[in-house]
């Protein structure tokens, strides 16, 4: 089975603090996600990677950077985190080696709050 | 661009009861059209997916979902709904390549006895 971690569950923050969210996969996966979701708004794309140090802007990527310097691994990094980044960030991957319709694995979620 | 829209914020069905979940997308080609749940608390899960052939698609605990062309729909379907059940749902719609899916916003269900 395809295992996408995050390397938290939960995580409490100060303002102005750089933040780091980690995301691993064991699949050999060259496509890697990071979205936030919020009551009422549903999934929203920050930043998404087809491949190593590659990196495409997604729908909402203000406040937010990404670093992909190996291919299981893709970081959210959050330069200085404001209240409004408060949410809960998930984590996807997948590979177009999956087949036509390839689905995205999800982690179990960061929820990231910021006081 | 893709789209898709789940009209229904939040449906309550009692234990036992039939389930429909409403899903609209919209896409100029044939689309890949997916449907997830999220546990509370947890990460999503696929249940389906549909991309060709049979337009009824059979998931996951039990879930179906019915591919309508014509209306640009994918409906999910239980006959059977379980307490466990309970959960957030989101409909998804991908297009060839390694482009992100768009999810729409999803659908809160709470099972009563």
């Known amino acids: 089975d395809v295992k996408v971690t995050q390397s938290s569950r939960y995580l409490v923050k100060r303002t102005g603090e750089k933040v780091f969210l980690e995301c691993v996969q064991d699949?050999?996966?060259?496509?890697m996600f990071w979205y936030r979701q919020d009551p009422g708004l549903g999934l929203r794309l920050i930043y998404f990677?087809?491949?190593?140090?590659?990196?495409e802007k997604g729908d909402i990527p203000e406040g937010y950077s990404v670093s992909r310097e190996k291919k299981e691994r893709f970081s959210l990094i959050l330069e200085s985190a404001s209240t409004n980044q408060t949410s809960m960030y998930l984590c996807?991957?997948?590979?177009?080696?999956?087949?036509?319709?390839?689905?995205?694995?999800f982690g179990p979620g960061t929820r990231l709050t910021v006081t | 661009a893709q789209s898709v829209t789940q009209p229904d914020i939040h449906i309550t069905v009692s234990e036992g009861a039939s389930l429909e979940l409403r899903c609209n997308y919209s896409y100029g080609a044939t689309p890949y059209l997916f449907w997830y749940v999220q546990s509370p608390g947890q990460g999503l899960q696929l249940l389906l997916k549909y991309f060709s052939g049979d337009t009824l698609v059979q998931g996951i605990k039990g879930f179906e979902a019915e591919f309508k062309r014509s209306q640009s729909s994918f409906n999910l379907r239980k006959p059977s709904v379980h307490w466990s059940d309970a959960a957030e749902y989101f409909c998804a719609v991908g297009a060839s390549g390694n482009t992100p899916l768009v999810f729409g916003k999803g659908t809160r269900l709470s099972v009563i006895a």
């Open positions: 990677s087809y491949d190593v140090k590659m990196k």
């Open positions: 699949m050999d996966h060259e496509n």
């Open positions: 996807a991957s997948s590979s177009t080696r999956q087949g036509p319709a390839y689905e995205q694995y």
